[in-house]
């Protein structure tokens, strides 16, 4: 039954995108605003036909049901109940069936917010772009990528359950979905940036309509990126948060250029500038989540976070293909109407500082693309397997942070078309007095490494900006002033300060050793002392796990262990941390001893302000949605060759 109901759910959600992408462009083409209004129907219908799918697999993984090949792959009776639930993001074809649901609720919402706008040509072409990609990713559904295919399954039959890896943390439950929130919520402005160059109205108008949907979708993209680094530290025990995974580098790549375009955005709003270079940002941060999908789900690449081999690979490098393809063309097409009425005045001005600003994040961009896929080219081309490690990524792009801390500092105190030797002067004095603070303290505490001086120092520098901004803004308008997009943007900052700093320091003064300890031995690591106090052995129907008793500075006792499945007999270590607002103790238990009495070897690792990584994430979430609602009210001064839309501000914002 739940086979056969998801099935009927994908075959709907399959014919409705098709169905509308249909009706509207015969609507377009004819002229004809009622065909168009009911395409607004199918894009609910597509809605429901996901809503019916998911209900059914997660129906299926809970009540184990292994008539479903997914579930019979995937699922199991010893799986804990909130894996369970997530297992179906866990393998490839349920993560389809979520960015099928994330993709299909955002259109239906599209829908309903612009229902009064569809006769609107640049509104129906964003609906019929976004129904077009519904009905690509309901057609893997039933094609390759099919969740609900139906086995025979011998009675008395348990699967395996997800990866052990992906069952025994919680942020397996939040991490993916909200990525996926980030990944699917930018089909929104790539949509409406179809419509605005298929209509030829590639002025401001559109911008305004999707700048609530991209702060958001970065947000979410943001936020899943930030729970990522920090399930890859509580779970897989090497003791850090980012390794240049070709998978964590598939998320970061629609980042940068999302970054980038949400700084360069206020250009053309202000000034009417960068009009083709904002079209190429934001179809690169969509084609750039395809290409990220493809990377994951395709089987092309050895990853932890990466799924098996699969038949979806051609399908997606097509779709990327096509966006590429389509969106060259396109911006090629409108060329004449996207030259901008505005110049840069100056270098040192607002506008300047956001084109450098976006020069850099192209370049970081390109650096990791280049990074994570040149490699892929190599074998595809030569079948030579080529490395592209940890050290290329450090090298080439921390030159490049850099250089963005300074311009965080800099960009935001800067007015807009030309500013003043005084002004800067008067505007930088206290963050330039932060800087120099830091980087002292940073010497006197023992850093003699170049990067991380320069790291804090900068850090500070854009921090004092940040607080300057937002201090002066609550003085004007008390806790009011905080919200709106300048100063949620300067709470934005003020998390990617906290990022960097944290960064720097956990990097610049990280400390490891093993230890081999019997019980009853104490041991001291930095100004800590650890006492081991024997083994703990708890055995489960799914897994058997080990662990060793450290209490740590005479306090609480943690537990670093080693994980044994019943199912394949895979063996997973779970390490056990000691946290702090100012260092970390990382324990992992390296060597499980044979009988209770022989020693055990467990790996210390001491990071100083890792805690704050995930503070400055919670930051940025919390400037990215005090910036996508309204604050001071402001003129628009941006010159356009184009009116806005007929009741736009109404009804498109």
């Known amino acids: ?30 002229g004809r605003a009622s065909l168009i209004r009911t395409g607004r129907t199918y894009a609910f219908m597509g809605l429901a036909g996901a809503l019916l799918a998911t209900v059914a697999m997660e129906r299926a993984l809970i009540t184990r049901d292994f008539s479903v090949g997914f579930v019979a792959e995937n ?37 309903q917010k612009f229902r009064d706008r569809l006769d609107d040509r640049l509104v129906a072409w964003a609906l019929l772009t976004m129904l077009a990609v519904g009905a690509f990713f309901f057609a893997l559904m039933a094609g390759p990528a099919n969740p609900f295919e139906a086995v025979t399954v011998p009675p008395g039959y348990d699967g395996p359950g997800p990866n052990p890896l992906l069952q025994n943390h919680p942020l397996m439950a939040f991490h ?30 559109w911008l305004l309509v999707t700048r609530r949907w991209t702060l958001f979708a970065w947000g979410f993209l943001t936020f899943g990126i930030v729970l990522g680094a920090w399930w890859s530290y509580e779970v897989l025990g090497w003791g850090g948060y980012w390794a240049w995974d070709a998978v964590e580098n598939a998320s970061l790549l629609p980042w940068l250029t999302g970054t980038a375009y949400i700084h360069s955005v206020m250009v053309q709003e202000r000034r009417g500038m960068l009009r083709v270079w904002n079209l190429s940002l934001l179809c690169a941060t969509f084609a750039l989540t395809i290409l990220g999908t ?11 976070h990466a799924f098996s081999e699969s038949q979806i690979g051609p399908w997606l490098l ?19 109407r996207l030259r901008a009425p505005g110049r840069i005045d100056s270098p040192v001005s607002r506008e300047g500082s956001f084109l450098a600003n976006n020069v850099l994040f192209a370049a970081f961009a390109f650096v990791v693309l280049l990074g994570t896929v040149f490699p892929l080219v190599v074998e595809a081309v030569s079948d030579d397997r080529l490395s592209v490690g940890v050290p290329y990524f450090n090298r080439m792009t921390m030159p490049i942070g850099l250089l963005l801390l300074f311009l965080m500092a800099v960009a935001p105190v800067l007015p807009w078309r030309k500013a003043s030797e005084e002004l800067l002067r008067v505007r930088l004095f206290w963050p330039a007095v932060a800087a120099v603070v830091a ?13 991380p001086v320069l790291a804090f120092g900068l850090g500070a520098f854009a921090g004092g900006a940040a607080l300057r901004q937002i201090v002066l803004a609550t003085r004007r308008q008390g806790w009011r002033g905080l919200v709106g997009r300048t100063n949620g943007g300067m709470i934005v900052h003020l998390g990617v300060v906290v990022i960097a700093i944290a960064f720097a320091a956990s990097q610049s003064y990280v400390s490891e050793v093993e230890l081999r300890l019997s019980e009853g031995d104490v041991a001291t690591v930095g100004s800590h002392t650890l006492v081991y106090e024997g083994i703990e052995v708890t055995e489960s129907a799914e897994k058997t796990k080990t662990a060793a008793l450290v209490r740590v500075d005479g306090d609480k006792v943690y537990r670093p ?37 022989d020693p055990v070897v467990i790996r210390v690792v001491l990071q100083p302000l890792v805690t704050w990584l995930w503070i400055g994430g919670i ?35």
């Not at 009210?633 to 941006?638: S, V």
Request: aromatic residues 8%; contains cysteine; charged residues 10%.
């Open 1 to 30: 039954m739940n086979a056969t109901l998801g099935s009927a759910g994908v075959i709907l959600g399959l014919v409705s995108c098709v169905a509308g992408v249909v009706t509207i462009a015969a609507g377009l083409r004819g």
């Open 75 to 111: 699922g199991s009776s010893r799986t804990p109940a909130l894996f369970n639930v997530a297992t179906m993001w866990s393998a490839l074809e349920g993560s389809i069936l979520l960015w099928g649901l994330i993709l299909a609720g955002y259109t239906a919402l599209i829908a």
């Open 176 to 205: 993916p979905p909200m990525l996926y929130l980030g990944y699917v919520g930018f089909t929104v402005p790539f949509a409406f940036a179809i419509g605005a160059l298929v209509t030829g109205r590639v002025g401001e108008g």
């Open 294 to 304: 493809f990377l994951t789900r395709s089987g092309v690449i050895e990853s932890v």
């Open 318 to 336: 097509s779709l990327f293909g096509v966006v590429v393809l389509v969106t060259i063309g396109l911006i090629g097409w409108r060329g004449d």
């Open 439 to 451: 980087v002292v303290a940073t010497v006197a505490t023992g850093s003699r490494g170049l990067a």
């Open 561 to 597: 262990a080693q994980e044994l499945f019943a199912f394949g007999g895979q063996s997973i270590g779970v390490p056990s941390v000691s946290t702090s607002l100012v260092e970390d103790v990382y324990l992992t238990l390296i060597e499980v001893p044979e009988s209770p009495s």
């Open 619 to 653: 930051m940025m979430a919390v400037g990215t949605a005090l910036a996508a609602f309204p604050g001071r009210r402001r003129t628009p001064t941006a010159p356009t060759s184009e009116p806005l839309p007929d009741r736009e501000p109404a009804s498109l914002s």
